[in-house]
């Protein structure tokens, strides 16, 4: 079996070094260098709170790629509902609340984007808000 080739964009660099390091002694994922990034099967995005910020930065990532089928895997919490679509027109194909962010969770994430098959919250739907005012951790 190939490897998946995946990315880190993450809001902060602990997170993304902490994530390459948990993945990188797995033959089933390949992370690649940033000069390759655009060539990446999957976009693995850390984020705590995720933003409009955030989501200009995928949509950059996407937009970049060389790889047309690239794919979106997104650690992050508190996702407003119109970024949540904004997302998913981007190629997001799974959404990991980071409590959940396990190494094993991570794994198959990035190994199931590449053929389409979603990783969801175990408990409730993603955590969302609103509006302005109104949020909530879980929906």
Known sequence: MESVSFTILATDLISGAGAAALLRPYPTVSLLAAECSAEA???LVLAGEITAETL???ERAV???ANPRMRVVLVGDMVRK????RAVNCGLISLIPRREA???????AVIGARDGRAELPTQGRPGC????????RMC
Do not use: K, Y
């Open 56 to 58: 200009d930065s995928i």
């Open 63 to 65: 937009r970049d790629a």
């Open 82 to 85: 119109q970024h949540l679509l």
């Open 102 to 108: 396990s190494t094993e969770r991570l794994l198959r």
């Open 129 to 136: 808000s609103t509006g302005p005012g109104r949020s909530s």
């Open 41 to 43: 099967d999957v976009l």
